[in-house]
């Protein structure tokens, strides 16, 4: 068992009121003998459990304040809607897009250059057959990157799911 697990367990028994009887259990005890945290968790709510029968209430540590907000934090995001994803990808899809005159702009320029400079050494023929390798390559190279943006879209979620 984890730690996360064996605390809640405690602080479970702890409501009940039978702290005492579940600290018996081995696989609790041995844990807690061996778990500074989960020692100083069944500390915690054992005075927990006096102070409330006391009428006072304890004071309570910063990572015992932490740990509850870790804890609700993580079921609020368990129980919220996922972001549409359309709307992300019209996004990246729009940023994609803006490199798109850039590369066109850049091919333009190698084949008017290309022209320029092999035209009068290689025969019409071979101009046309480099003309279409570099266009079809250029086209297929651009196509997967607009075809990626999804997926790095999706990537993106999913990694900033897991994370939360």
Do not use: K, N
């Not at 600290?23 to 005890?29: T, V």
């Not at 004071?59 to 809607?81: I, N, W």
């Not at 009068?120 to 023929?125: E, I, R, T």
């Amino acid at each position: 068992m984890s730690c996360d697990a064996i605390q809640e367990r405690l602080a479970e028994l702890a409501l009940a009121r039978e702290l005492d009887a579940a600290e018996r259990s081995r696989a609790e005890l041995e844990h807690a003998a061996g778990c500074a945290d989960c020692a100083a968790h069944a500390r915690f709510l054992r005075a927990l459990v006096a102070s409330l029968e006391a009428g006072t209430a304890p004071a309570v540590r910063s990572g015992v304040v932490e740990t509850a907000r870790a804890r609700a934090a993580r079921a609020l995001r368990a129980q919220a809607p996922p972001p549409r994803f359309g709307r992300e990808l019209a996004g990246a899809l729009g940023v994609g897009l803006l490199a798109l005159p850039v590369v066109l702009a850049h091919a333009w320029l190698v084949a008017r250059g290309a022209t320029a400079l092999l035209a009068p050494w290689l025969p019409g023929a071979m101009m046309t057959w480099l003309g279409v390798v570099y266009f079809g390559s250029l086209a297929l190279t651009v196509g997967a990157l607009y075809a990626a943006i999804p997926l790095a879209v999706a990537w993106a979620r999913r990694t900033r799911t897991e994370v939360a």
